[in-house]
């Protein structure tokens, strides 16, 4: 049986939708992995990282103004929080979702279907 998972990144507005490679991305308004057009986002704004020891996703904010909130709850400056399938990332105003696409033997399911990594 081959599994294969895909994560992705998206917005309310559809401007983003990418696929999270299992490396390091950096969020912003500009010169970054994943490119947002809005006021409220720094520059420079966030980093997602694929932690390959816990087997998980992890978000920092890069000590910005506007910050970063998991959930409507806002994350400490540069420290490295675990995000789920399902959370809502916020960046400034913008909101973005990740989620989760499992490919087992060619058949797709969309998360909380669950498969034991």
């Known amino acids: 049986m081959t599994t294969l998972a895909e ?3 998206t917005s309310e507005d559809g401007k983003v939708d990418c696929s999270l490679p299992y490396t390091m991305v950096f969020l912003g308004r500009t010169d970054c992995d994943i490119n947002m057009e809005s006021d409220s986002v720094d ?4 980093l997602i990282t694929f932690d390959h020891y816990q087997n998980r996703f992890k978000v920092k904010d890069l000590g910005t103004s506007s910050g970063t909130y ?5 994350i ?4 490295f929080i675990t995000i789920e399938e399902g959370d809502a ?3 400034g ?3 973005l979702s ?5 490919l087992i033997d ?7 279907f669950r498969v034991p990594f």
């Open 98 to 102: 990740i989620s989760c696409l499992i």
């Open 76 to 79: 400490p400056d540069e420290t």
């Open 43 to 46: 520059k420079r704004h966030a």
């Open 93 to 95: 105003r913008d909101i």
């Open 7 to 9: 994560w992705k990144l």
């Open 106 to 112: 060619h058949i797709v399911f969309l998360v909380p």
């Open 89 to 91: 990332i916020q960046l």
């Open 70 to 74: 998991i959930n409507e709850r806002r």
